[in-house]
Structure formats: C-alpha cells, structure tokens
C-alpha cells in the first residue's frame, strides 16, 4: 500500500498523481458519474488545489492494486 500522499514520498510518483488527478478534474465537471458528483460536492466546500489532492490521495490505491495484479499476471 502507498499510503498518503506526502512529500517524504517519491517525487514523481506524487507529480504523476496529481497531474492525473489535474485531468480528471477538468472532465468531471461534465460529467454526472459517482465520482464526478463527489468532486463537485468538494469543490462547493473546498478550494480547486485541496480537491485535486483529495483526489490524487483516492487514485493511489488503485494503482497500488494495478501493479499487483501486473506482476501477478506476468508470472
């Protein structure tokens, strides 16, 4: 697991987060999904900055897991 996203971290990893997080928040706007309605409920109550890392926090997991089942299939 990678945990949060904090600077003690790897660098490019954060970087690549956020500006993943950066490309979605510029979609979800138009968009009505689950995800997309949690984004706009956060930007009413916080600032855009705040959100995109609220966001790049959430993707990590995911790509924790992604990674995993790579390996796991290339065996």
């Given at each position: 697991?990678?945990?949060?996203?904090?600077?003690?971290?790897?660098?490019?990893?954060r970087t690549m987060f956020v500006q993943g997080a950066r490309a979605v928040m510029r979609?979800?706007?138009?968009?009505?999904?689950?995800?997309?309605l949690w984004l706009k409920q956060l930007l009413q109550r916080r600032h855009k900055n705040v959100v995109v890392i609220a966001l790049a926090n959430?993707?990590?997991?995911?790509?924790?897991?992604?990674?995993?089942?790579?390996?796991?299939?290339?065996?």
């Open positions: 697991m990678l945990g949060g996203i904090t600077k003690h971290g790897d660098t490019y990893l979609f979800a706007v138009r968009r009505s999904d689950r995800q997309s959430k993707i990590g997991p995911y790509t924790d897991i992604l990674f995993a089942v790579r390996s796991w299939i290339q065996r």
